[in-house]
């Protein structure tokens, strides 16, 4: 399992908002909701819409992929709705004195 690795510090992140961030090469969307933080693929499993472009619903804890409007749950990557009926990985993050880290799911 990979080490957690910081991708930027809150304060950088609009509340709420999100980030696109690389981690071990790969590309990841960071989203912050008030002082909580979760981390999923930027990668909708519909057709690899970019999910950092797509809408965040902070109260629903929901992300919408910009390309057809699948709905995904920010907290565990699950897929709410269709298009997509797959969910999109979500990775460990976690604030440590104000910087974010995350750690990525290899399964
Ligand atoms: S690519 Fe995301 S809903 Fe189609």
Redesign the pocket.
């Known amino acids: 399992m990979s080490d957690f690795a910081p991708v930027a510090r809150l304060s950088e992140i609009p509340d709420p908002g999100k980030i696109l961030a690389e981690v071990d090469e790969e590309l990841v969307v960071v989203i912050r909701v008030g002082d909580a933080v979760y981390c999923i693929d930027d990668v ?6 970019p999910l950092s472009e797509g809408e965040l619903d902070a109260a629903r804890c929901t992300i919408a ?6 709905k995904f749950d920010i907290r565990d990557g699950r897929a709410l709705t269709m ?2 009926t797959k969910a999109t990985r979500a990775h460990e993050a976690k604030v440590v004195d104000g910087q974010v880290l995350v750690r990525l799911n290899e399964s």
Do not use: S, V
């Not at 992929?65 to 699948?70: K, S, V």
């Open positions: 909708c499993t519909h057709d690899g819409g992929c910009p390309r057809h409007g699948a298009p997509a």
